[in-house]
């Protein structure tokens, strides 16, 4: 049997070791890589084309979801399993519109990260038991849109919204995007004017709420 080929996306070092012991355990899986952020998952798909990528949400300078959606639009091959401690409705929201095939619950068993990753490696979409019964109605609902969604977003504010929210100065971000800092400050107001939101102190806010950075980034 070909192995399923995983890279593993967590800024956590100890839950990537433990991911990695209990992939290595299953039949037919295979670790190639391990990622830092989703800056990292992305050179080293681009490096490696791993069939799943195993994704987490909040990590630094470019969170799982921005990076889904990377994935999926760059490495349409590449399917990818959302990992999150959060069960409620908007976060799975969040997951399915960025594009992932998969969204798993950080306390499921072993059976269900196998399952999922078999299921999402053959093209079909995985929710864990506890959050499918009610999203998936809720998803097709609201796939009209919300106003708080950060879907609204461009992909480059969204970006700039994680790097705001984490305490980056517009000089800072700006060579770190490889673009001026005239037009770091141009997306800064028009993500602050289509949130309605006029403070960085705001912007954090609604970062942590909408699970693109964690209190303690």
């Not at 401690?85 to 594009?99: F, I, K, S, T």
């Not at 998936?136 to 994680?162: A, F, H, K, M």
């Not at 060579?175 to 102190?201: C, F, G, W, Y």
Request: aromatic share 2%; charged share 25%.
């Amino acid at each position: 049997m070909t192995p399923i080929r995983v890279l593993l996306a967590d800024n956590h070092t100890l839950v990537r070791a433990g991911l990695r012991a209990l992939l290595e355990s299953l039949d037919a899986v295979q670790v190639v890589a391990e990622a830092n952020d989703g800056r990292e998952a992305l050179r080293l798909i681009e490096a490696h084309r791993p069939d799943v990528v195993l994704m987490d949400v909040a990590m630094p300078e470019m969170n799982g979801l921005e990076a889904t959606a990377r994935v999926v639009k760059e490495f349409p091959a590449v399917r990818v399993i959302i990992l999150s401690m959060h069960a409620n409705e908007e976060y799975v929201l969040q997951a399915l519109r960025a594009g992932a095939g998969g969204y798993v619950l950080k306390d499921s068993g072993v059976n269900e990260l196998e399952l999922a990753l078999r299921s999402v490696s053959k093209g079909d979409t995985y929710l864990s038991p506890a959050v499918s019964k009610h999203v998936v109605s809720d998803y097709v609902r609201r796939i009209g849109g919300e106003s708080s969604s950060p879907s609204q977003l461009t992909p480059r504010q969204r970006e700039i919204l994680q790097l705001l929210a984490q305490g980056r100065s517009v000089k800072e971000i700006a060579p770190l995007l490889h673009i001026s800092v005239k037009t770091v400050e141009t997306h800064r107001a028009q993500l602050m004017e289509r949130l309605n939101i006029h403070d960085v102190a705001g912007l954090v806010r609604y970062a942590i709420r909408m699970g693109l950075i964690t209190p303690e980034d």
